[in-house]
């Protein structure tokens, strides 16, 4: 979004998430010889993988869906909505794509074409939902949500019921698999190893450059970015805020259908009871931490993609649970969204002394801000 | 960023003593440093002679100094009684003892208080009150007074100045922040000038005019808001008839056994007015009655007002407030920071804030960067916005630098009219004169304007004809070239009904 790309501007935006990352890493460290690990072992195992290759693979495989969660919830948050419901309209968009992919036969391409379509549909009408329970009956987005969510859980377990059939070798359900032509090949662009990258990576590159467009280069985009950091002075520039509330709620809805789309087409081919649920909540930490900006998402969820990763030999080799990623995953978030704060303040007002020294300005007294609330005591 | 240097003041006790300076030149800093909101970085305060270091407002107050801030800060719903013990229940109690203080104090400073009516039910003159009686309950022996007659009509004024004369003659020391020169003639005993965050004189008000003290503020002459040459034209470019809005009073706002128990109130009730091309239609009130509503009614903001509004012959009444503004009402808003601005956006962003769908900002569905940029260096070039450039967050640019760069905004792409809500307040005195010659040049061009002012120099200088607005009713017309302040401020007030009553 800036276009001047100031080094020091750049170095100040960078330390924040470093600083963020070594504070993780330390008090990390702290509960691991509190609770009597081998601290260096533990690192050792994270940062070291033991097949480099495979690891590099399954990051990005990781990555590519983290991110498409994290852009999701970062349409939200641009206009300050909390979409919290990410997790529930992926898992239910990617359900009736499953569902439909299964039951139809259609040329390859258009197969898929379809499925990502459905998927993104009924996920945009699920957090549709919320957008007009908030403008209509001004029920908050987060409340909504968070309940959508777990109605979500309940209606495709239900419906799993209807329509399941056994998965070959093992007693799991799920819907009917898609055929072949409704499946994305995976590509084999790491060499030496047979794991494979998700074809729909391209899918997650194009979505982050589509949503980079949408937002800085684009009239909507200006209102939605406009109603977010001022819904006052959106109101008076002539933006309908309730009809931006619908539509970016369904804009990020769509975007969650994305989601389970590299593992339904890429990897598992039907909805099952195993299919991974709570990707949203790590698209909530991702893009926090990379601020919603597609770059910073996308390091971001390689990160967090790499973290699962690494967390896998742990328990064997350290004898270390994998959660401990968790801890360092929750730590790496308290501390940035507080650095993040701490800088933006500190941006803030080094820009004004830097302003006021070049415009050799009378000094602004505070003339006209609100009361302090040191004030509120005499 | 220094905000005040070598500031020297000595206070005599038991005087009136003004500090004068314009909006930005630091004299709320030095009231704030006084009271103990932030600390100096050098220099030494006395008070008694006795040197004091302030880390908060309550070691100000521990040392007899109040502050009665320019924003009142009670709480409606509670008496006058409570809003004074609030924070203070330890001195007098709650009850009777507290109750007997404060008719004591209001008695010997001949402060004419009330302590069991609600705060909601006085007027601002009356709060203005309750707030000074608030600091001396405290024990304050020396008062600040923050630009106390900024909410007040000229009638207020006067009985302010008498309580200050009051608290004066019981050996009370005041301190009084202002920027209207006659006001601090008229009541200090003397004048210390500030200018660029440092003291520049100390003066008395009898050796001083005010041409004389206006030159010391800003080191030169004063503009006025003075536009004689008429520009009205006979063709109606707003019409306004009968906008009403009315809003639900809440539960539990007034007390049960009053009787009176409306379920709405009127925030606007039947105005109607025409204003034509080239002219400006300046409207007068007190704050608080119905002038943002009406604002924002016609801009389209509220959903529930009726009436019809007219602009240029066509009907825009259910229209958006974006296609409200694409026909041609710019709108400069009361409060910049809330409705003028995106103060954590680029300044070029903010070009295009309220002209989404105008050239030069946009292409068809794409924001056009260039253009939008390149119209934001004319509106720095030309509106004289102090800047280091168009990529600076809003938020770092002074209050009047921000002033006129929305005014410059808003004047873009000829509008047709301009709805201007207090359009030079807390901008400094060189801005304010550019902010007039611009809205005077676009009404020689035939714009027409709605101009809401608290100030009535400005309103007076700058208005072809004059409304009162009172409790969302218009009710006075008035010739610029013949009215008073005074007049006006009666009018603002209701003061005719009220010698009834």
Known sequence: MKTALDPRRLLIGASAPVLALLFAVAVTSVVLATAGKDVWLTWQTLLQPQDFRRALVLTINQGTYIFLSALAVAIGFRMNLFNIGVDGQYRMGAFAGAVVGGAVTLPTGIHVVVIILVSMVVSALWAGIAGLLKVTRGVSEVISTIMLNAIATSLIAYMLRRVQVPVAGSNNIGTKPIPGSGRVPGLGLVPGTPAEIYGLVFLAIAAGIAYHVLLNRTRFGFDLRATGRSSTAAVASGVDVKRMVVVAMLISGAAAGLVGMPILLGEAYSYSITFPAGLGFTGIAVALLGRNSPIGMALAALLFGYLNVAANPLQILANVSTEVVAIIQGLILLSVVVAYEVVRRYRIAAEQRRVAREVQEDPVDSDGSGPSPAEVRA | ?501
Do not use: C
């Open chain 2, 1 to 501: 960023m220094v905000a005040n240097r070598d500031v020297n003041i000595v206070i005599r006790r038991g005087q009136v003593h003004a500090i004068v300076g314009e909006n930005g030149a630091g004299k709320s800093t030095l009231m704030n440093t006084l009271y103990g909101m932030h600390r100096a970085d050098e220099g030494t305060i006395l008070v008694e002679g006795a040197p004091m270091t302030f880390q908060s407002p309550a070691d100000a107050i521990a040392a007899g100094i109040g502050m009665v801030h320019q924003h009142f800060m009670l709480a409606d719903n509670l008496t006058v009684l409570e809003n004074v013990v609030l924070g203070a229940e330890k001195l007098h109690g709650i009850g009777d003892g507290a109750r007997r203080k404060i008719m004591e104090i209001s008695g010997s400073y001949g402060l004419d208080i009330e302590p069991d009516v609600l705060v909601e039910d006085l007027g601002v003159g009356d709060r203005q009150r309750v707030e000074i009686l608030k600091v001396l309950y405290r024990g304050a022996r020396i008062l600040i007074l923050d630009e106390p007659t900024a909410v007040l009509v000229p009638q207020e004024v006067d009985e302010l100045f008498d309580n200050l004369r009051e608290l004066k003659a019981e050996g009370l020391t005041v301190i009084f922040i202002s920027h209207k020169l006659d006001e601090v003639l008229a009541v200090a005993d003397e004048i210390t000038v500030i200018r660029r965050g440092t003291t520049v004189a100390t003066v008395h008000p009898k050796d001083v005019t005010a041409p004389q003290l206006a030159e010391l503020m800003v080191g030169s002459e004063l503009p006025t808001p003075e536009t004689r040459e008429s520009t009205v034209t006979d063709q109606v470019v707003l019409q306004v008839d009968g906008l009403t809005l009315s809003a639900p009073v809440p539960r539990g706002a007034r007390p049960v056994d009053e009787g009176r128990e409306p379920t709405t109130r009127r925030l606007l009730d039947d105005v109607s007015f025409t204003i034509h091309r080239g002219e400006v239609l300046g409207l007068a009130g007190v704050e608080g009655n119905g002038q943002a509503e009406l604002v924002e009614a016609v801009m389209g903001m509220r959903p529930g007002a009726r009436g019809s509004v007219e602009l240029d012959g066509a009907d825009i009444s259910d229209w958006t407030t974006r296609r409200r503004r694409e026909a041609g009402i710019a709108y400069v808003p009361e409060d910049r920071h809330r409705q003028g601005l995106l103060l954590e956006a680029p300044l070029w962003e903010n070009r295009v804030l309220g002209h989404q769908t105008e050239r030069p900002n946009v292409k068809g569905p794409w924001i056009d960067r260039a253009g939008a940029r390149a119209d934001s260096e004319r509106i720095v070039r030309d509106y004289d916005v102090r800047t280091p450039g168009i990529d600076v967050l809003a938020s770092a640019l002074s209050g009047g630098n921000q002033q006129k760069f929305i005014v410059g905004r808003e004047m873009s792409g000829k509008p047709k009219v301009l709805i201007a809500a207090h359009p030079t307040r807390g901008v400094d005195v060189g801005a304010q004169a550019a902010i007039w010659d611009h809205i005077r040049a676009a009404r020689r061009n035939g714009l027409g304007v709605l101009l809401i002012s608290a100030d009535l120099d400005e309103l007076i200088g700058l208005s072809d004809s004059i409304r009162a607005i009172l409790r969302g009713r218009l009710v006075g017309e008035f010739d610029p070239a013949e009215v008073t302040p005074e007049q006006l401020g009666s009018a603002m007030t209701g003061a005719a009904d009220r010698a009834e009553a």
